[in-house]
């Protein structure tokens, strides 16, 4: 299996543009979720799905995020418009059971919000 | 409040120096402590989960070991291939995955 694949791996946009980006989970895994890191506040949880339909979206940090998951095999997180404090490392995660907590992560999507 | 808090936020040996690395957690009725290693450039990979006081998991030069408190990472006589940052984690009250800041280890030739 080829992982959890992100996309883009970096992305450099200029303030209030719109921004998204993807995830291909393993295949099988019912669990998706998407992480933020930064130095200062570590690795965040935004969001995860189960079976395709959000379960928490509780860390989504504004409006301006949103994500959705169309099928069991890609989900993409969107923010629009950008912000400079948005930049980060952005984590994508699958998993195959629920109270698991071994994830698989991507390898990132590195944003530059200038 | 729920939270992991990791100590230090960075570390510095010399191969074959022996060290550990600390997580405290303040969350209500633990559920699993479970450690990842994170190599630059890449997503965090899964080590081990303990789920209770006095567990002990061994991964080649890194042991796990858990109380009731906090959880200890020992790396003994460790290689520079070792150098990685450490992230430690557990279950928040609302079933969420929640990650301390990380520990940087840096093991020098």
């Known amino acids: 299996d080829a992982g959890v694949i992100q996309s883009p791996r970096h992305e450099v946009t200029e303030m209030g543009q719109e921004v998204t980006l993807r995830c291909k989970p393993i295949?099988?895994?019912?669990?998706l979720f998407w992480y933020r890191q930064t130095m200062m506040r570590g690795l965040e949880l935004l969001i995860y799905?189960?079976?395709?339909?959000?379960?928490?979206d509780s860390g989504m940090p504004e409006d301006r995020f949103s994500a959705k998951m169309p099928n069991a095999s890609f989900s993409t997180l969107k923010i629009q418009p950008s912000e400079p404090r948005d930049s980060a490392v952005y984590f994508c995660?699958?998993?195959?059971?629920?109270?698991?907590?071994?994830?698989?992560f991507g390898s990132g999507t590195q944003l530059s919000v200038l | 409040e729920d939270q992991v808090t990791q100590s230090p936020e960075a570390l510095r040996l010399q191969e074959g120096e022996s060290s550990s690395l600390n997580c405290s957690y303040t969350?209500?009725?633990?559920?699993?402590l479970f450690w990842y290693r994170q190599d630059p450039g890449k997503g965090p990979e899964f080590l081990f989960t303990?789920?209770?006081a006095g567990e002990e998991k061994e991964k080649e030069r890194l042991k796990a070991t858990l109380t009731k408190k906090e959880s200890f990472l020992h790396i003994t006589a460790p290689k520079p291939e070792d150098s990685a940052t450490y992230l430690c984690?557990?279950?928040?009250?609302?079933?969420?995955?929640?990650f301390g800041s990380g520990t940087r280890l840096s093991i020098r030739p």
């Open positions: 995660a699958s998993s195959a059971m629920a109270r698991n907590e071994k994830l698989f």
């Open positions: 295949s099988g895994h019912d669990y």
């Open positions: 799905f189960n079976n395709n339909v959000p379960i928490d």
């Open positions: 969350v209500s009725g633990l559920r699993g």
């Open positions: 303990l789920y209770s």
């Open positions: 984690g557990t279950y928040s009250s609302a079933s969420k995955i929640i």
